[in-house]
């Protein structure tokens, strides 16, 4: 499928400006005398999914059309569903006022290529079911919410729940479609949606909205509210998809407790070969790993080797996490087990594991994930909390020394790199 790079919210000149000087709005209008307009691009005779939205009232923007928001007087969006969608206007008068409108557009066509469709769809076409690789054989079942991104307390194993064995295809066909295959033949087809703006942070990539069908055993451990038919995006990934909800089928803006998970995999996929890591990382028992000489930690272009910008020692790692930096240490096992020791003997425990079949061509050869622990000085400066990384790119590793890197996608074109070496 081709991609289309797309940019949302291009600005583009108009003959008649929409309103978008602050400092003119004042008084109050009423929502009957809203003047906005969503309207369909129409390409070769056809309504696409690129909706132009205007605003030419003296009252301050704020459009939601499913698959984001904007605030600009005027934008070009793109949504990723056929048929009548709504719209909706929220402006805010110059005395505070607030006054909605909404607006019903009919998408004949996917036209236009969101980001992130071709994750779902592959190069027109993609069928997943349920994954046969996780590590606790869990492809279905409950943990955390915002703590866990699988189901890491209870689940039914590979094969022992229902529709174990049905395929989930979406794909692009004049809309975005979703199709859910039983082992008997029979199918439901519908059709999904997507929000990547929709995130919570550090646990989910977006929202996932299906209608008409859902994805196979589609039910709530505990107090089951029917099936569901919308979902956190967990993972998103060519090679991962992991949707998850809270007890009862929802998807709260800030979810707690305990959550539901389902975690697939494309049909035929297989295991990369990462003996030869896992082999360098636990020395075939166990291995401890810690700071090296020289510069350590840092960020660069995201497509580096190594620290180039901003850049520290060991030292200078305990500036940013105190007891991380020199006289810290991490021991690796042959069988998935991670333990940090900081400097002051503290220590965190959790899991790891290796997939040399995710990687980025030209300059990753695989990723490190951990659960419940983290590498040393584990986090990304500049995301607005810091957040701990769990996901690590490996960029190099032997037996001697491995450097690591992360992508904030807050700000594309900079990554953080670690470099450890075995003691």
Same mark, same amino acid.
């Given at each position: ?42 390409? @070769? ?48 008068? +110059? ?20 980001? $992130? ?19 606790? @054989?869990?492809?279905?079942?409950? +943990? ?14 590979? +094969? ?14 004049? /809309?975005?479609?979703?199709? #859910?295959?039983?082992? %008997? !033949? ?9 929000? *990547? ?29 029917? =099936? ?44 990369? =070969? ?8 636990? /020395? ?16 660069? !272009? =995201?497509?580096?080797? !190594? ?8 030292? $200078?790692?305990? =500036?940013? #996490? ?6 810290? &240490? ?5 069988? $998935?087990?991670?333990? *940090? ?45 810091? &957040? ?10 032997? %037996? ?24």
């Amino acid at each position: 499928m081709n991609k289309i790079l797309v940019f949302l919210g291009a600005a583009l000149l108009m003959a008649c400006d929409p309103v978008e000087n602050r400092d003119e709005l004042k008084g109050s209008i009423t929502a009957d005398q809203l003047n906005v307009t969503a309207t369909p691009l129409v390409v @070769n005779g056809v309504r696409s999914n690129k909706i132009i939205l205007e605003n030419h009232s003296p009252v301050l923007s704020s459009w939601n059309y499913g698959t984001g928001t904007t605030s600009k007087a005027y934008d070009e969006v793109l949504v990723t569903a056929t048929g009548d969608l709504t719209i909706q206007f929220t402006g805010k008068n +110059g005395d505070g006022s607030t006054i909605t409108k909404d607006i019903i557009v009919n998408v004949e066509s996917i036209v236009f290529e969101v980001t $992130g469709m071709d994750l779902f769809i592959g190069d027109g076409s993609k069928t997943w079911v349920f994954d046969a690789f996780t590590d606790n @054989n869990h492809p279905y079942g409950i +943990g955390g919410a915002v703590n866990d991104k699988s189901a890491t307390w209870w689940g039914p194993e590979y +094969g022992e729940f229902d529709e174990w064995d049905a395929k989930l295809t979406f794909s692009l066909d004049g /809309g975005a479609i979703i199709t #859910k295959t039983l082992a %008997d !033949g029979t199918q439901q087809k519908g059709t999904f949606s997507f929000n *990547l703006s929709k995130k919570v942070s550090g646990w989910s990539e977006g929202i996932l909205t299906l209608k008409g069908a859902t994805i196979p055993h589609a039910v709530s451990i505990n107090n089951a509210a029917g =099936d569901a038919y919308e979902f956190y995006i967990i993972t998103l990934a060519e090679d991962q998809l992991v949707l998850a909800n809270v007890s009862g089928n929802g998807v709260p803006d800030s979810p707690d407790g305990e959550a539901n998970f389902w975690m697939f995999r494309p049909e035929g996929f297989t295991l990369a =070969d990462n003996s030869e890591q896992m082999a360098f990382l636990s /020395g075939g028992s166990a291995k401890t790993w810690g700071w090296g000489s020289g510069v350590v930690f840092g960020n660069g !272009g =995201d497509t580096g080797s !190594g620290p180039a910008w901003w850049t520290m020692d060991a030292a $200078g790692v305990n =500036d940013q #996490k105190p007891g991380e930096g020199a006289g810290a &240490s991490m021991a690796f096992t042959s069988d $998935g087990k991670l333990t *940090l020791t900081l400097a002051d003997g503290s220590t965190v425990e959790g899991t790891y594991k290796v997939n040399m079949g995710k990687k980025i061509d030209g300059w990753s050869i695989g990723t490190l994930t951990t659960q419940d622990v983290y590498l040393l000085a584990g986090y990304s400066p500049n995301e607005p909390d810091k &957040s701990r990384v769990y996901e690590y790119h490996i960029l190099s590793m032997d %037996d001697k020394q491995m450097t690591v890197a992360h992508r904030w996608e807050g700000e594309p074109g900079v990554a953080w790199y670690w470099l450890f070496t075995a003691q």
